[in-house]
């Protein structure tokens, strides 16, 4: 699954720390969704979506979409 969450964190000039603590994950968490190495948990999605204020749509999306 790709995702736009680095660019969101790097817009809010956030740490991935940062956002981890505010999700309550590890950094290293954030740093493998970023590196597309890890889809998150449907739960997770909806604090990252929550935390960035939008839907989980605008973060995360198909392989094929473009």
Not at 32 to 39: A, K, L, P, T, V
Not at 43 to 65: N, Q, V
């Amino acid at each position: 699954m790709r995702n736009d969450l680095r660019e969101r964190r790097d817009r809010a000039d956030m740490s991935q720390a940062d956002l981890a603590a505010a999700v309550d994950v590890t950094r290293q968490t954030i740093n493998s969704i970023e590196r597309e190495r890890y889809d998150p948990s449907l739960e997770l999605a909806f604090k990252l979506a929550d935390h960035f204020d939008c839907r989980i749509e605008d973060l995360f999306f198909p392989e094929s979409a473009d």
